[in-house]
């Protein structure tokens, strides 16, 4: 009863390729977010979307395109992958409420090297 | 903007000791403030979070956090500390109403027998 999941775990790539990272979550949120942890562990958003809406672009290059075929699930893309784009990739959820966005629930995060 | 300063990037404390992990944000008006751990090779997790009423807010696994609005500080504390609370801790706030979490540089909890 995984509450937010993401696919693959691990990915190893060159420079130039496209991959994508699945992220789905069963909590019923209507909120998802991708996130980018460097290797200092600086955690910083990239995008949100709510009810497939993209909320949320934080400067990020647009070979990332982050697609969401419903509520519950939200891919990033990323095309011509570039050595800089080594990171952890985590998805994250959360639920709204009267008053606004409140905790996030995140993903076991996708461990992306380029080479 | 909104910004966190975590600061200790590093905290090595023996086991059984007490801690406290400090973190400090830019003031706002409302604000939600979060601490997670993220444990080796694993994704963040929610340790605690104050979103309104008692400054004193308790969490999981022992820890405890004070909302302090005058030194717009959220420190974190832990009584008596074991091995397995070894991991990297984040603050984080968010304007309240607003997605948007911003974290701060995180610091590494290392305990030592």
């Known amino acids: 009863d995984t509450a937010v999941s993401q696919t693959p775990k691990y990915l190893v790539t060159q420079m130039g390729n496209d991959k994508s990272i699945k992220c789905e979550q069963n909590l019923g949120h209507d909120t998802m977010y991708w996130y980018k942890q460097d290797s200092k562990k600086f955690l910083k958003i990239m995008f949100s979307?709510?009810?497939?809406?993209?909320?949320i672009n934080e400067t990020v290059p647009n070979r990332f395109s982050p697609k969401s075929p419903d509520k519950a699930h939200l891919n990033l893309h990323i095309n011509s992958l570039e050595l800089g784009d080594s990171a952890v990739y985590f998805c994250a959820s959360s639920p709204y409420r009267t008053g606004g966005y409140y905790e996030q629930y995140f993903g076991p995060g996708t461990r992306l090297t380029v080479t | 903007a909104q910004s966190v300063t975590q600061l200790d990037s590093q905290v090595p404390v023996f086991e059984e000791a007490p801690v406290e992990l400090r973190c400090n944000y830019s003031s706002s008006v409302s604000v939600y403030l979060f601490w997670y751990v993220q444990y080796p090779n694993q994704g963040l997790q929610l340790l605690l979070k104050y979103l309104s009423g008692s400054t004193l807010v308790k969490g999981i696994n022992g820890f405890e956090a004070e909302f302090n609005k005058s030194q717009t500080s959220f420190h974190l504390r832990k009584p008596s500390v074991h091995i397995s609370d070894t991991a990297e801790y984040f603050c984080?706030?968010?304007?309240?109403?607003?997605?948007?979490?911003?974290f701060g540089q995180g610091t590494r909890l290392t305990i030592n027998p």
């Open positions: 984080a706030v968010s304007d309240k109403g607003a997605q948007k979490l911003v």
């Open positions: 979307y709510n009810n497939k809406e993209l909320i």
